[in-house]
């Protein structure tokens, strides 16, 4: 049973940045999870992001290539999300999954406005 906490959001403007943090607990091999990054704005689907590997190999949204990075501290059972050059297309709630557990977080918001 693993439970899944997102942190790091809040309110920024165009060409800043922010590092969000998913923190997980209940798991014992929270190293071998691939670890994916959503997003979901009003009036959209949900979006991949990003995705971040237990080997800590990383892939990307085009639309955040260049910009934003993923990472993992798996002492921790912590994966992160460093997001540069912000948007407000970015704006958005920032979710993290497992997807072999169908575990979600309950999200963090990202707002970025001038």
């Known amino acids: 049973q693993v439970q899944l906490v997102e942190s790091g959001g809040g309110l920024v403007q165009p060409g800043g940045s922010l590092r969000l943090s998913c923190a997980a607990s209940?798991?014992?091999?929270?190293?071998?999870?691939?670890i994916y990054w959503y997003r979901q704005a009003p009036g959209k689907q949900r979006e991949l992001v990003a995705t971040i590997r237990s080997g800590g190999i990383t892939t990307y949204a085009d639309s955040v290539k260049g910009r934003f990075t993923g990472s993992r501290d798996n002492a921790k059972n912590t994966v992160y999300l460093q997001m540069n050059s912000l948007k407000p297309e970015d704006t958005a709630v920032y979710f993290c999954?497992?997807?072999?557990?169908?575990?979600w977080g309950q999200g963090t918001q990202v707002t970025v406005s001038s």
């Open positions: 999954n497992v997807a072999a557990l169908a575990a």
């Open positions: 209940g798991s014992t091999i929270f190293n071998l999870f691939t």
